[in-house]
């Protein structure tokens, strides 16, 4: 990795963003806002939209001349790994995560190895090939293996006749079923060594799906989120665990369950799970992150400042 320290100013910042993965128009609205913001920093901001061509982006890159890339990217290409490799090879310094934090972050599956082999806490699960059966008993949730913005992530209840196993709707040969954890939905921002804070994600579809994400008026956010403050610093201290563990860097954002369901029923110990570490969250003003940031006294444009002035290449 090429020290912060030990390079020059950053002043030129070149935006990547679009993409060819199934979030295009959830990347093209990051990279906007990150452009109109940096510029605000006072950075002289060049926006590409990135393609399918790996060779008109180094072209595109190359001509663009930045001192840094801001990565607005999401999903394949961008937060896997691929673009990361790219930009190591060319040896310019990048935002959030390195090559390898991102593909085993993007990987769930891995992932969820790597949490459990660091005693993170997870939901029961399992890889299923297509055409065979699950042991998760329902209701339970299906996940693409490497999809990000819960693209393709649904829940089959009880009762619910659809067999995704043998007929599912996204290209792909395996996988991800895990038990259904009910309870609230919470996400946790980590910038560099310290987690800003956890909001709490509600909605009325009853599921944190894309539709609820991205729809207007499709979820409702409360920050912070009203826990029980030994069950706040308990995920504070979780998602940064994870972003320790995946290697990330700068900026990621953990998804996480807080099943209290039991409170007034059975009486078990309201418990924390860790769902999944975004590397490449949401970055429009009014995006996760950059709302918890906010709730912290960071503004949207100081956020990304930070972001660039802590950007490193793994070469």
């Known amino acids: 990795m090429t020290p912060r320290s030990e390079a ?3 002043n030129r910042v070149t935006v990547l963003m679009g993409g ?20 605000e920093a006072g950075f002289t901001v060049t926006s590409l939209d990135v393609g399918r061509d790996p060779a008109d982006l180094v072209r595109e890159l190359v001509a663009s001349k930045p001192d840094v890339v801001f990565n607005a990217l999401h999903g394949r290409f961008g937060e896997d790994g ?5 930009l190591n090879l060319l040896g310019i310094p990048y935002t959030h995560s390195g090559l390898l934090a991102s593909a085993a972050a993007m990987d769930k599956a891995f992932a969820r190895h790597l949490f459990t082999q660091a005693a993170i806490p997870v939901a029961r699960g399992e890889v299923v090939k297509k055409g065979n059966a699950t042991s998760i ?11 990000g913005s819960s693209v393709g992530v649904y829940i089959l209840q009880d009762g619910d006749a659809r067999d995704p196993l ?3 709707p996204f290209d792909a040969d395996e996988v991800l079923v895990e038990a259904f954890i009910p309870g ?7 910038m560099g060594d310290r987690t800003l804070g956890v ?5 009325d579809r009853g599921f944190y799906d894309y539709e609820a994400k991205y729809a207007p008026g499709g979820s409702r956010h409360i920050m912070p989120a009203p826990l029980p403050q030994a069950a706040y610093d308990e995920a504070c201290a979780l998602a940064l665990k994870a972003h320790q563990v995946l290697g990330c860097r700068g900026v990621s954002r953990t998804d996480l369950r807080y099943d209290d369901t039991g409170i007034n029923g059975s009486g078990a110990t309201p418990r924390l799970y860790v769902l999944e570490v975004n590397t490449q969250p949401g970055m429009t003003a009014t995006s996760l992150v950059p709302e918890i940031a906010a709730y912290t006294g960071i503004t949207f444009p100081e956020l990304v400042r930070w972001m660039v002035e802590n950007a490193a290449c793994d070469a």
Do not use: M, Y
Not at 137 to 147: A, C, G, I
Not at 184 to 190: G, I, S, W, Y
């Open 137 to 147: 008993p329902r209701p339970h949730v299906v996940k693409p293996l490497n999809e």
């Open 20 to 39: 060819a993965s199934a979030e295009r128009e959830v990347s093209l609205n990051s990279g906007k806002s990150a452009g109109k913001a940096l510029t």
């Open 82 to 86: 691929c673009v990361q490799g790219v």
């Open 199 to 203: 909001l709490e994600i509600t909605s």
């Open 8 to 10: 020059k100013p950053f």
């Open 184 to 190: 609230r939905e919470l996400t946790a921002a980590v």
């Open 166 to 168: 043998t007929d599912w």
